[in-house]
């Protein structure tokens, strides 16, 4: 992951800001509550680069650090958290590209991805399968120079606006243990590979999660990303970027001003600066090409509940305007809960936190 030059970054964020203020937040409402895809944002956001924010400038990538990519997703969450998530999903994927792809795969795939014209997420969930990711059950089957895939994914975000994905399949029914009989493959839609349906949300609307059908698709070998059998390994990888900034979109949370209850605002206060030090913490560690596992969860876990509490107290705070569809403090409630559940639950990342801190404090 690059090191971001503090003035280019600097500007960057203000160019972020003015739009966010001119563009952004006076369509928030609308978009939100008619669960309108925002079309002509995504249009800036592609022009603006942040669908390559990560991505290494030789592909037409910005090639941003953790750190600064982190701040991006932070400012564009508090005006409105469904745009971080058409570009976060996709950068997992495009990571995961970039960092297991062969020459020939990032040649043909990440221009397209850093510009945004191709567009896509990290598939693993499954109608049966969500934390356990091990279980997946998509199979794959070789047959000369393809693999013919037959199986349901289910809750991708930008399964319908999108055209690929990174997707998770089981191509040895028998591995034992289960999770390496599983492989990565990248995948643009074609027949086979079709989004079947919109699932409906009671927040984190305009973006759309949708249910996707394999029915006997063909994918080109050529598009195995890694490895027959390294696909548990890549996704957990993938995850990494994904729960920092799971952990930088809880920032959308406001922090009411009120007199009377300053002891509240004094909690919350401080519960923002812990999250965000915990998120730069989490990012430093991935510029640096640390294992960063514990800390992207501690900065995930304590980010998004600390997120989830302070919504719920803003809505307090403000009272019956704090429960109308009139002003925003709704969708932070209904918001903020999904970053509890994405990107690995929070009862998973106090597993992982634990057993990493039992292996880097052997007795
Ligand atoms: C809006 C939205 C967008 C999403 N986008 C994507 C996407 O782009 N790509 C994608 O692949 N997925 C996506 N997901 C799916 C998301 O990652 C899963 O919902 C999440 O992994 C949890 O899986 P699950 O819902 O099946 O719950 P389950 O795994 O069934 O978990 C249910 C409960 O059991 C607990 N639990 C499960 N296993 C254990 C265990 N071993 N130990 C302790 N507790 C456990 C969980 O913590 C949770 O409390 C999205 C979900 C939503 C709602």
Redesign the pocket.
């Known amino acids: 992951m690059g090191h971001s030059d503090p003035v280019e970054e600097a500007a960057l964020l203000d160019a972020i800001e003015r739009w966010l203020e001119k563009e952004v937040r006076p369509q928030v409402m609308r978009l939100e509550h008619d669960d309108i895809y925002p079309r002509e944002m995504v249009e800036t956001m592609k022009q603006m680069g942040l669908f390559g924010a990560v991505l290494d400038p030789k592909w037409g990538g910005l090639g941003l650090s953790a750190s600064t990519y982190a701040k991006i997703v932070m400012q564009i969450s508090t005006v409105w958290m469904s745009l971080t998530?058409i570009f976060n999903?996709h950068l997992?994927m495009a990571m995961l590209v970039q960092k297991f792809g062969t020459e020939e795969q990032k040649k043909r795939f990440l221009p397209r991805i850093a510009s945004g014209e191709l567009r896509g997420?990290?598939?693993?969930?499954e109608p049966d399968?969500?934390?356990?990711?091990g279980a997946i059950r998509t199979r794959a089957v070789k047959d000369a120079d393809h693999y013919v895939v037959n199986g349901t994914?289910?809750?991708?975000?930008?399964?319908i606006e999108g055209g690929c994905c990174a997707v998770?399949v089981r191509t040895d029914p028998r591995a034992d243990p289960p999770r390496k009989g599983l492989s990565m493959f990248i995948m643009e839609k074609g027949p086979g590979f079709t989004a079947s349906r919109k699932?409906e949300?009671i927040g984190?609307k305009g973006?759309d999660?949708a249910e996707l059908v394999f029915d006997n698709f063909r994918v080109p070998a050529d598009n195995l990303i890694g490895g027959e059998g390294k696909g548990f390994y890549c996704a957990v990888s993938g995850l990494e970027l994904g729960r920092i900034n799971v952990a930088a979109k809880t920032f959308g949370k406001p922090i009411a001003q009120h007199q009377a209850i300053q002891l509240k605002l004094g909690e919350m206060a401080t519960r923002v600066e812990a999250a965000r030090l915990l998120i730069e913490q989490a990012a430093r560690a991935y510029d640096a090409g640390q294992r960063c596992d514990m800390e992207a969860g501690m900065a995930k876990y304590f980010a998004s509940e600390a997120g989830l509490e302070n919504a719920l107290e803003a809505m307090r705070i403000h009272g019956a305007y704090g429960y109308s569809k009139e002003y925003p403090i709704e969708r932070l409630v209904r918001d903020a809960p999904?970053m509890c559940?994405?990107?690995?639950?929070?009862?998973?990342q106090r597993?992982v936190i634990a057993r990493q801190l039992i292996e880097r404090n052997p007795i």
């Open positions: 998530g999903s997992m997420a990290l598939a693993l969930t399968v969500g934390t356990d990711i994914k289910t809750w991708i975000s930008n399964g998770l699932l949300k984190y973006i999660s999904l559940i994405g990107e690995g639950t929070n009862e998973m597993i």
